[in-house]
Structures are given as structure tokens and as C-alpha cells.
């Protein structure tokens, strides 16, 4: 049986022209199957098993990094001395984060509770919770600032508070002790006639509030409806906007709860979040691109406008009373509290700052904030966000001699501490991501390559032999005749 190479040779053209209408319908389908699962596998749904488990109880490590600034003159500072200090830490504690409360309802949202518990790392830290420290006593110094407006004989009872009780402008106290609490008669007192100008009534510390604690109600879109709006907050404790603030674009709640973001983000794109703790929302803006272990990435930071204050960028006018740029006046969600949050040792702040504190050296490596986020998932891959806590300090006149005594204290925004939450993707999770993220896209991309490639080949190779076949076949048939006749 004589097989028709001409034939054969049209089929592989047939075979190789398909080949390469499914690698070029690969090349289109693809990424459309690809962007499809990662819907499927952003939104909040406990149909999707291990998204739903990252998202409810993050798996990955987070750790807390607190500094401290040790003030090295206190008595020279009572006497209108620059203040010194020097940095102590970091103590490190995990923190664990699981979200509780969970209820889904019939308008695509999902409400629940975060709580959050602190648990220290010796191994982790430069240092031990047994240390000493002298900070500020923001007992005394913050109600030197808020006593001025309130009446006299309240003034009075107050001051005369503190001197019972012993207690002075600074404070030296254990690590564990500014963190986690200490017990005070003045707080007690406070607590019992003059209920809610503390933040706790239990014991006064810096973090008391938020160990074993919750960040409030959040209400959040699950994305089911529409994508672009998943992980953005709908509610807040049942509000939709703040009342902290002097302008209703300041008081807006905007963006996300700040652990996840929107699929399919450019390089124009924001990271909108609200903060419970800085009682405001607040945005970063796009920096580079980057990678980690081959995971593309962006990075996402701080813009120079975001502690701003309202002279040098009108829309944080509404965060005011403003002092100088680069500090956040929370007083108003803080009891009247005079606080201030910055960048970590007035990083991106006014650098007259600088000027009225010894021992401060900011750089943006150390000080400046980021968050690494997979742009095409919204999902954070390595997070560092780096605050300051600082107190207003200044000299209280009043005609009482045994009233609180502040000296001849300068008029300074005091750095008490720092403090930095990190956290980045790794170990199965990371592997995980690779996987889906990296590997099975670059496959399917080589696979639609691969075909066209194939396919190409193939018409070119098939069409060469077709050619060769037709090339051929009138000779042959000429020389058959020639012998047929011959033979005659």
C-alpha cells in the first residue's frame, strides 16, 4: 500500500494550524482562568478553605518591637535643659491575632471581632522586661497641658493628687511595667472621683489597653458582589464615619481593615486603610517594584503629606490643632491626652524637631514604613509599620506653690517610644504562593509558547514536504512514460 506523502503533509499543515489557534487561544484564555481563580480565591468565603483560614486566623508570625527613649537628664530638663535620651530595645513580643465573632449577611459584608494577644520574646530582644527605664510621667506632664482649661478647684484637687501620692514629671519603672501596667494610688484615686480621664481603670500602662483586647466591630465586604470592593471597610463599631476630627473628609473611614487588600492593583494604585489605633485612616502610595523569593511585588510607603499638618497640606487641616509637620495630634481620642504619633525618631517630620531633643537619628531605613504586597492578590508579603509615641510637654503656671511641679521645663514634643509590627509570608504558605502564583503561571505561559512554537514548526516542516512531494511527482510521472514507450 503506497502511502500519499502529499496527503500526510497537508494533514500536519491541518494539525499545525491548530496547534497554533490553541496556543494563541491559551495566550488569551490563560490569564482570564488565572485572574478567575484568584477571584475565586480573594474573596471571603469559607467555601475557600485556605484563604478563608489565612484571612480569619493569619498564620503568619507577627512580632511587636518596642524601643524605648531613656531620658538621661531629668533634673537638667526641670531646669530648662534640652532633653537627652538614648534608645533602649527592642523588646520583642509575639503577636497572635484571630478574628472572632464572625457573621455574614445578605448585603455581601461580614462583621466581626479581631482580638489580639502579646506575649514577650526574651530570645527575640536586647534586653529583658526587668529593665529600668525613665520616660516621661504622662500622668503628671499630660495633665499639666490639659489642666489649664479646667476649673480652679478641679485644678486644685488634682494637683494636690500628685503631691499626695508622690508623684513626680518623670518615671523610672520596669519595661514590663510601662508596658503592661503598674499598680497606683493615683490611679485609683483618679479612677474613683474623676471616672473616665483614664484610658483603663485598671492598671496605667502603655499597652494596657491593647493586650488581650479587641480593635472594635469591623464590617468589612466580602467581595462575592463585586471584587474591587473585598476587604474594604463598610462599618466601624456600627459607624460609617468618625467623629474625632474637624472636617468630614478627615472623619471618613476609607479603605481596608490594613491586613488585606483588592486583587489586580497598578502601580497607580493606593493602600487605603483605617486604623483603630490612630483613630484615622490613613493611605500609602506606591514606591518600587520588587521580588521576594520570585514573587513579583510592590512596595508601598508613607507619603511626606501623611503626618502633615494643616499649613503645609490643607486636606489635614481637619487633624488640627496642628504643631509642627510630621506629628499627628490624637488628643482628641486619647481623653484630651496631649499625644502625638510621628514617624520613629521624627523621620519625614519638620527637622526643627530634631532640634529640641538630643539622642535622635532618623533614616529611612530604620524609621520609614512599608508594606510588600502581591499586586495581582492584594495580599501583603512583608509588612513593617513603625510608629512614634510622643508627649507635648510644657511649663504649668499657677499661683499654688505645692501644685505640680514642672519647673522651668521648655515647651518640647518628648519621644517616649517606638514601636514597629512586622510580619512576612514564609514557609508552606510562601510555597504555596510560589506555586500558584509563580510556577503554574510561568507553565501555562511557556505551554501557549510552546504550542505556537510547535505548531509553527510543524506547517513549516509539512509544507516544505508538501511542496517537495508536488515538486517531484511530474518527473516521476515523465520518467515512468519515457520507460513505458521504450519498452514499446
Not at 474613683?192 to 464590617?219: D, I, Q, V, W
Not at 514604613?369 to 495580599?379: A, E, K, N
Request: aromatic fraction near 12%; include cysteine; hydrophobic fraction near 40%.
Amino acid at each position: 500500500m503506497t502511502i500519499d506523502k502529499s496527503k500526510v503533509a497537508v494533514g500536519f499543515v491541518v494539525a499545525g494550524v491548530l496547534t497554533v489557534f490553541f496556543g494563541t487561544v491559551l495566550a488569551f484564555v490563560g490569564p482570564l482562568i488565572i485572574d478567575d481563580q484568584i477571584v475565586k480565591n480573594t474573596m471571603i468565603d469559607p467555601k475557600n478553605e485556605m484563604s478563608y483560614t489565612m484571612w480569619k486566623d493569619i498564620p503568619v508570625p507577627f512580632y511587636m518591637s518596642v524601643y524605648f527613649f531613656n531620658v538621661l537628664n531629668p533634673k537638667e530638663i526641670l531646669k530648662g535643659e534640652k532633653p537627652m535620651v538614648e534608645q533602649k530595645g527592642p523588646y520583642v513580643y509575639r503577636k497572635r491575632c484571630q478574628k472572632d465573632n464572625i457573621t455574614f449577611h445578605p448585603n455581601n459584608t461580614v462583621s466581626y471581632r479581631e482580638y489580639r494577644k502579646y506575649f514577650f520574646e526574651p530570645t527575640m530582644s536586647k534586653g529583658n522586661e526587668s529593665d529600668v527605664v525613665t520616660i516621661p510621667n504622662m500622668l503628671v506632664l499630660g495633665a499639666a497641658v490639659m489642666m489649664e482649661n479646667l476649673p480652679f478647684a478641679l485644678r486644685l484637687m488634682i494637683s494636690a493628687s500628685f503631691k499626695t501620692f508622690n508623684e513626680g514629671p518623670f518615671l523610672t519603672k520596669t519595661v514590663g511595667e510601662l508596658m503592661w501596667g503598674y499598680d497606683s494610688g493615683l490611679v485609683d484615686f483618679l479612677n474613683t472621683y474623676l471616672p473616665g480621664m483614664l484610658p483603663s481603670s485598671g492598671k496605667f500602662g502603655l499597652f494596657a489597653e491593647f493586650n488581650n483586647s479587641n480593635t472594635g466591630l469591623f464590617t468589612i465586604f466580602t467581595g462575592k458582589d463585586d471584587i474591587r470592593n473585598v476587604h474594604k471597610v463598610d462599618s466601624w463599631n456600627g459607624l460609617t464615619e468618625l467623629n474625632y476630627w474637624r472636617t468630614p473628609q478627615c472623619n471618613m473611614i476609607n479603605g481596608t481593615a490594613g491586613q488585606m487588600w483588592p486583587p489586580f492593583m497598578t502601580k497607580e494604585s493606593t493602600l487605603p486603610f483605617y486604623s483603630p489605633d490612630a483613630c484615622r485612616s490613613m493611605e500609602l502610595v506606591y514606591q518600587r517594584p520588587g521580588e521576594m523569593h520570585g514573587i513579583p511585588l510592590y512596595r508601598y510607603v508613607a507619603p511626606k503629606t501623611l503626618f502633615a499638618n494643616g499649613t503645609d497640606y490643607t486636606p489635614n487641616e481637619g487633624f488640627c490643632p496642628c504643631r509642627q509637620s510630621g506629628l499627628l495630634n490624637v488628643s482628641s481620642c486619647r481623653h484630651n491626652s496631649p499625644v502625638f504619633i510621628s514617624h520613629p525618631h521624627f523621620f519625614n517630620a519638620d527637622p526643627v524637631l530634631l532640634d529640641y531633643v538630643h539622642g535622635l537619628h532618623p533614616n529611612e531605613e530604620e524609621h520609614g514604613l512599608f508594606i510588600d504586597i502581591h499586586p495581582q492578590t492584594g495580599v501583603p508579603l512583608n509588612v513593617s509599620i513603625r510608629l512614634q509615641l510622643n508627649l507635648y510637654m510644657k511649663r504649668y503656671y499657677c499661683a499654688m506653690t505645692f501644685v505640680i511641679e514642672t519647673g522651668k521645663i521648655s515647651e518640647v514634643v518628648m519621644p517616649m517610644i517606638w514601636f514597629e509590627e512586622s510580619g512576612y509570608i514564609d514557609g508552606p504558605i510562601l510555597n504555596t504562593f510560589h506555586t500558584n502564583l509563580v510556577i503554574l503561571p510561568a507553565v501555562m505561559e511557556y505551554m501557549q509558547y510552546g504550542f505556537i512554537a510547535l505548531g509553527l514548526m510543524t506547517i513549516i516542516i509539512a509544507s516544505l514536504v508538501h511542496y517537495k512531494v508536488k515538486v517531484k511527482l511530474p518527473h516521476i510521472k515523465q520518467h515512468a512514460a519515457c520507460l513505458h514507450f521504450n519498452c514499446m
